[in-house]
């Protein structure tokens, strides 16, 4: 009789766990599936009406830990109360609050509509700028040819601060060049900068140098892609570049929600070339000082871990973080987790 009771008391207490279990999941999802709906719609009404989307003070939520993470961040847990209270009391007296989210190739403002929404809900101000000849910018990729010109919307917001104010910036793949290219000219602007599986090169490299596992040496990418955009005429070196849609899926979006890769479909735009070739001038005396930090993802397609590694051993930053589950876009495939480590890093004294 003990026994028999007592397997039922077991089996009782695990279908209890599981319900409980399953009952959290389905929060979550609905949870998800809300942020989403709350954050497109906030996306398309910035994206019709401005070329940077602003962010404003909203309610203060969310939490994280000062501490930084030495293990990879999967799925995010949910945090009490009383940890919302304190992080909210935390974030209320931040020095830096501004948080730039710089895109990378072929992206433009609109992939960060769910980290928009996420930040805002914790009470930072976030700015998401079309880069030239991306998202809505009207400049033809095609006479896009340096990485100043390039980079120039994210120099006019930089150069439009006031003098006593710095922002963090947060560039995604070969946004990372536009946010090194940030730090060496305006090191007195930039509090912290975040690199999300970004081209965090070192003096005199390209961005593209980068992706040369994947895509080829620059020189034989230049003569043998297929992707390539010849903007003025067959006859003339190519301009930019462009992945077909399967290709953009496999090598981007491999872990990302079906709903958010259909939306990138329709709103990715060709990638100039210029850039990416251009090799970076970087100084110790002003890149050199810059706080650093990088996030790896580890499911990503376009740029390995095993690169993301190389990157972050080469060019030691200060902190290291890592998404788990993550393909190239962790704002679309781990929003949560990506949100959770950028109040992280802002919050590193």
């Given amino acids: 009789m003990g026994n028999r009771f007592s397997c039922k008391t077991k089996e009782n207490h695990n279908g209890s766990k599981s319900s409980r279990r399953n009952r959290s999941q389905r929060k979550l999802q609905s949870d998800e599936e809300l942020l989403h709906m709350q954050a497109l719609s ?96 009207l400049k033809d990729t095609n006479n896009v040819t340096t990485l100043e010109e390039y ?3 994210l120099i006019d917001y930089l150069q439009n601060l006031p003098e006593d104010e710095k922002v963090i910036l947060v560039g995604h793949s070969i946004g990372g060049a536009c946010v090194s290219y940030a730090l060496e000219h305006f090191p007195q602007k930039i509090s912290k900068a975040v690199f999300l599986c970004g ?15 994947q895509l080829g040496s620059a020189e034989q990418f230049m003569k043998e892609s297929k992707f390539l955009i010849h903007g003025n005429g067959k006859d003339n070196p190519a301009t930019g570049f462009m992945f077909e849609k399967q290709q953009m899926r496999g090598l981007y979006f491999n872990q990302s929600p079906a ?15 210029g850039p990416i070739m251009q090799n970076l001038s970087l100084s110790k005396e002003k890149y050199g000082t810059g706080r650093r ?22 060019n030691p930053p200060e902190g290291v973080f890592k998404i788990k589950g993550s393909d190239h876009c962790a704002f679309l495939s781990k929003p949560q987790s990506l949100h959770k480590i950028l109040l992280e890093i802002a919050q590193i004294a």
């Fill in 259 to 273: 709903k958010d890769i259909a939306l990138a479909m329709v709103s990715m735009r060709p990638i100039p070339l």
């Fill in 293 to 314: 930090f990088y996030i790896q993802t580890l499911e990503d397609h376009a740029l390995s871990p095993d690169i993301q590694e190389k990157l972050v051993r080469d």
């Fill in 42 to 137: 906030l996306a398309i009404q910035h994206h019709q009406s401005s070329q940077r989307f602003e962010g404003s003070m909203s309610r203060r939520i969310g939490s994280t830990s000062s501490r930084r993470r030495s293990n990879p961040v999967s799925d995010p847990a949910v945090n009490t109360p009383n940890q919302q209270k304190q992080s909210a009391e935390f974030l209320e007296n931040l020095a830096t609050k501004k948080i730039v989210l710089i895109h990378g190739e072929g992206f433009g403002a609109w992939c960060w509509y769910k980290s928009i929404a996420l930040l805002e809900e914790s009470g930072m101000i976030p700015a998401a700028l079309d880069l030239t000849g991306s998202g809505i910018d």
């Fill in 151 to 153: 980079s120039k919307p």
């Fill in 199 to 213: 081209t965090m090169v070192s003096d005199g490299q390209k961005p593209f140098d980068v992706f040369a596992e």
